[in-house]
């Protein structure tokens, strides 16, 4: 893991992951994702912190309850996971934990989307299709709302789509880069 990065090790924790889908749509506190997310109080204020300092949330109101003040943050838009070239095993390792949970829960006899794919295309369609399906992704979180709100579905959406090298040219890399660094493993 990077120690350069905070927004990278703050994107490679599922918990935190779920915290900024959940604070998409509407700002939320740290008590709300604690309760939101079956988790204390304590651990969701650190994790929410981790995503302040890492610049993945802003605060959007401070407001009185119960006596004292509440902070409310909301995940900061325009930033996506697609940017993370660096560090994509953590993240898909993120991303693969919280696909594992989200399956687990997934609402008997409804209709849902699966696929797996590992294909050789031309490069333009690879261009239109990521376009498209970033265009997708984009509306769905456009039509975010607060967690419980009044007439929506909880749903589950775990997307990652990239060009991937072929075996022998992930060799040669290899082998390339053993011959520059005879250390490393």
């Keep these: ?18 915290m900024l889908s ?6 939320l506190s740290a008590a709300e994702l604690s309760r939101e997310l079956g988790i204390s ?9 981790r995503l302040d300092a890492a610049g993945l949330v802003e605060l959007s109101e401070v407001r009185s309850h119960r006596g004292g003040r509440e902070r409310r943050y909301r995940t900061v ?13 953590l993240l898909a390792e993120a991303l693969a934990h919280n696909l594992r949970d989200r399956a687990a829960r997934r609402t008997p006899g409804q209709d849902g ?8 295309v031309a490069p333009e369609a690879w261009d239109a299709f990521r376009t498209r399906l970033a ?12 967690p419980h709100a009044p007439g929506s579905v909880l749903l589950g959406a775990t997307v990652m789509a990239f060009l991937v090298q072929a075996e022998e040219e992930a060799g040669e ?10 250390a490393a493993p």
């Design 113 to 120: 989307v699966t696929s797996d794919a590992e294909l050789w």
């Design 41 to 49: 109080h304590a651990l969701a204020s650190q994790h929410l912190r």
């Design 173 to 182: 890399e290899a082998e390339e880069a053993a011959e520059e660094d005879p």
């Design 22 to 27: 959940l604070m998409w749509a509407a700002p």
């Design 1 to 18: 893991m990077t120690t350069t990065d905070p927004a990278l090790r703050a994107l490679a924790h599922p918990v935190r992951l779920r």
């Design 77 to 89: 838009h325009g930033t996506p996971l697609s940017d993370r070239r660096d560090g994509a095993p």
């Design 135 to 146: 265009e997708l992704l984009a509306d769905l979180h456009e039509a975010a709302r607060a």
